[in-house]
């Protein structure tokens, strides 16, 4: 794995944090009684694309929630550069994948207690 430059964890930490507001905001009319959290947001080297990973809770509502953020993917990116586009020149596109790291580290605990 490339390392990533200064100013790509830069625009990754600010995309990470408006994009967690925004989707926190856009919960409360779309997912009544879900909590999404921004876990990780990486990068391209040229800063045009973002792969954002979610964690949504409660899991059995995960492919429900990530297919209405997937329908409203536009209205969410210029949301985002209404509020970033002073920091950047390109408002990435934006790619949204579920963390399923919590999952894989229950799993292995599970796995090592037998």
């Known amino acids: 794995m490339e390392e990533l430059t200064p100013r790509q964890n830069k625009v990754a930490r600010l995309i990470q944090k408006d994009l967690a507001e925004l989707l926190q905001a856009y919960a409360r009319n779309w997912f009544q009684g ?15 694309v973002a792969k954002c990973y979610l964690s949504i809770f409660p899991d059995s509502r995960k492919d429900e929630i990530m297919a209405t953020i997937n329908a409203h993917i536009k209205e969410i990116r210029y ?22 790291s919590l999952d894989y580290l229950e799993n292995i605990e599970r796995l090592l207690k037998k």
């Open 34 to 48: 879900s909590i999404i959290s921004v876990s990780v947001v990486r990068i391209s080297p040229d800063l045009s």
């Open 79 to 100: 949301q985002l550069g209404n509020r970033i586009h002073n920091q950047v020149r390109i408002i990435p596109e934006l790619i949204f994948n579920i963390d399923d």
